[in-house]
């Protein structure tokens, strides 16, 4: 993760008017304003009513933000009392460790748009837009798609290719909104009065611990069925 700040060796670097830091950070003037009035950005030096110039280190600062903000989920105020604490609250650590745990490592190779999702999976623009509407493809962020969507993006397309239809499918979705429902009712009676930390600590072993649990139990309810079937066509009798 990208340090709060950086200290580097030398006579100052220049100070960067607007127009210089937009150029140099690729986001729009009023999301840096944004920032600043948010308090997480030093506030410029004004040398007259209509130029304010902005300290160097705003542009590793603004990168730093978007970075929280993209990979780690974070709200501004979070990022706020982050820089203010200069990352050193354990509370935050284990915020952060939480996050990649639930939402994964950052992608290396980044986000692919939704042309490039359909070459990857071999899904027509028509199935990408069905799949998403009945929610069994579940982006993270609206047309950006990652290594899990891709995967699952396939293995759609493989479904499609034996004739399944997506609403033989949308009962991952009805079902899976239960276990997740009872998930967070069942995390929220555990971690209720804990402190921030303590909270997010035990979440971390809880997720683990669901996800391990999906999987057994899912895969044993299988097996079971099968190895109780008297042969490979019985599955027609147990639907």
């Known amino acids: 993760m990208p340090s709060v700040s950086h200290h580097q060796a030398g006579p100052p670097k220049p100070r960067l008017r607007m127009k210089e830091l937009v150029q140099a950070t690729g986001l ?5 304003l944004h920032y600043l009035s948010q308090g997480l950005l030093p506030e410029p030096t004004k040398t007259s009513p209509n130029m304010a110039y902005y300290d160097n280190q705003c542009v590793d600062r603004i990168r730093f933000i978007r970075h929280l ?11 706020r009392q982050l820089i203010e604490t200069k990352g050193e609250d354990a509370d935050f650590s284990t915020r952060l460790d939480l996050n990649e745990l639930i939402f994964g490592p950052p992608e290396k190779d980044g986000l692919i748009d939704n042309e490039t999702f359909c070459a990857v999976t071999g899904l027509t623009a028509d199935q990408v837009r069905e799949v998403l509407r009945a929610r069994l493809l579940l982006p993270l962020e609206k047309a950006r798609f990652d290594r899990e969507d891709v995967s699952m993006g396939r293995v759609f397309a493989r479904a499609f290719s034996w004739g399944l239809r997506v609403k033989d499918l949308t009962y991952y979705v009805k079902l899976g909104e239960k276990i997740v429902d009872h998930e967070m009712a069942l995390r929220g009676r555990t971690t209720h009065g804990l402190s921030d930390s303590m909270d997010a600590a035990l979440t971390m072993e809880m997720v683990k611990n669901a996800r391990v649990s999906r999987a057994y139990i899912i895969d044993r309810l299988f097996q079971h069925r099968l190895a109780g079937m008297k042969d490979m066509k019985d599955v027609e009798n147990q639907s």
């Open 69 to 79: 903000q993209r990979h780690h989920r974070l709200s501004l105020s979070e990022i």
């Open 28 to 32: 729009p003037k009023s999301t840096i």
